[in-house]
């Protein structure tokens, strides 16, 4: 509203200002004391001619779900579409006028030509049989699946009766949407060519340039990716390459994903997967980047600094400070005024650390990506990156909407 004000009037030329000023995601409305309604990029419009009668929400499935409640979704409507960088203006009259502003080219354009970018070379040329899909609808689809964590048939079905799928993915009509077997294959050239670890590396080089990642401290982690562990298959047997591990009281069969998180950030630099009973002090090393002045871990990593392979020294020649949690047990013999001090510094070092938990809290709670798909490290490896690239893309949205 500072921008709208420092033009002294509200009109279409004071909202193009402000919106040319505006970086990332945003749609906005504003009615001034004529009762003279503008809108400005992303929301859902409908009229009711006969009624004369405009309503608009920031989405169609709230917008319909409310029209159901009171009973307006039975008549008769037209549905107002807007494009990217599209200004509306409602007067009291019901008159409408449009306008326009120029859009940045902001943090998810810049993320779409470097995904595109990388996969172009080795996505099929089309020179013998059929020609291919549109490289940017399979890569929109393969990050749905991604993120909903949908199966080949799931993904295909949900583009062709989900509409919000549909309009992701600009798809018309349900002959324009690939079958299970292509967007597998789509997922295969990925994996056959390294090329969701390369977009994970091309995430973390973006968020390095605009300061979203400074390298000062890490912290490691890792968590459980379960397997099935049936044998009830083809082969009579379970994944040769996941291992069986124990926490607490709790089995585990899978594998383990590594993480090395910006201790400042919270957004994920380093992945590394292994089987489930890969010790986590054995992996550290691999986790830090070399120019950090902290590394923190949890008493899992207890030993890490002391190990043949351990990074004592930055790049600048510094020594890197290793902060980890101590055991429990080890602060109950104690006296009572020890255990409050090593308990205190304790809470400390955690409330660092539990960055590294929301990255897990995105990938377990928001994309449910708790139990693997796929056999073989290879391919649990390549799901990770892709996973944690996403995840990144999340958690940097959200800090940029937030400031």
């Not at 020594?319 to 205190?344: C, E, F, V």
Request: hydrophobic share 35%; proline share 2%; net charge positive.
């Amino acid at each position: 509203m500072q921008l709208i004000e420092q033009q002294g009037k509200l009109n279409f030329d004071a909202l193009k200002n402000m919106a040319e000023s505006v970086q990332g995601s945003f749609c906005f409305t504003v009615l001034d004391e004529n009762n003279t309604l503008y809108i400005v990029k992303g929301m859902c419009l409908l009229h009711f001619v006969r009624l004369g009668l405009y309503v608009y929400a920031s989405t169609e499935s709230i917008l319909t779900k409310a029209l159901w409640k009171v009973g307006l979704l039975k008549l008769k409507y037209e549905q107002i579409l807007f494009k990217e960088g599209d200004m509306i203006c409602i007067n009291k009259n019901g008159e409408l006028s449009e306008s326009s502003f120029a859009m940045q080219n902001d943090f998810s354009n810049v993320v779409w030509e470097t995904f595109l970018e990388l996969i172009q070379l080795s996505y099929y040329k089309g020179e013998l049989g059929n020609r291919p899909y549109p490289l940017e609808l399979m890569l929109r689809i393969f990050i749905l699946q991604n993120v909903y964590n949908l199966s080949d048939m799931a993904v295909m079905n949900e583009v062709i009766d989900s509409r919000a799928f549909s309009n992701f993915c600009g798809i018309n009509a349900p002959s324009e949407v690939p079958n299970g077997d292509t967007i597998g294959r789509f997922r295969n050239i990925l994996t056959r060519n390294g090329l969701q670890e390369k977009i994970f590396a091309a995430v973390v080089k973006i968020l390095m340039e605009r300061k979203l990642i400074l390298k000062k401290g890490t912290i490691v982690n890792s968590t459980f990716i379960e397997s099935p562990s049936s044998t009830k298959n083809r082969e009579k047997k379970r994944d040769s390459e996941a291992h069986s591990a124990k926490k607490g009281n709790t089995w585990h069969f899978g594998y383990k994903a590594h993480i090395g998180v910006d201790e400042e950030s919270g957004l994920v630099h380093t992945v590394k997967g292994t089987p489930a009973n890969e010790h986590d002090v054995t992996v550290m090393s691999e986790l830090l980047h070399g120019e950090e002045e902290r590394a923190y871990g949890d008493s899992g990593y207890i030993g890490a600094d002391k190990r043949p392979e351990a990074i004592r020294k930055n790049k600048n020649g510094k020594k890197i400070r290793y902060i980890i949690n101590r055991r429990p047990s080890s602060i109950k013999k104690l006296s009572k005024s020890g255990q409050y001090a090593a308990k205190k510094k304790e809470h400390q070092k955690s409330s660092v650390r539990c960055k590294a938990e929301h990255v897990f809290a995105v990938i377990k709670n928001i994309f449910r990506y708790r139990k693997t798909r796929y056999r073989g490290l290879r391919k649990q490896t390549a799901k990770l990156n892709m996973m944690f690239a996403l995840a990144n893309l999340y958690l940097a949205a959200r800090k940029s909407l937030a400031v």
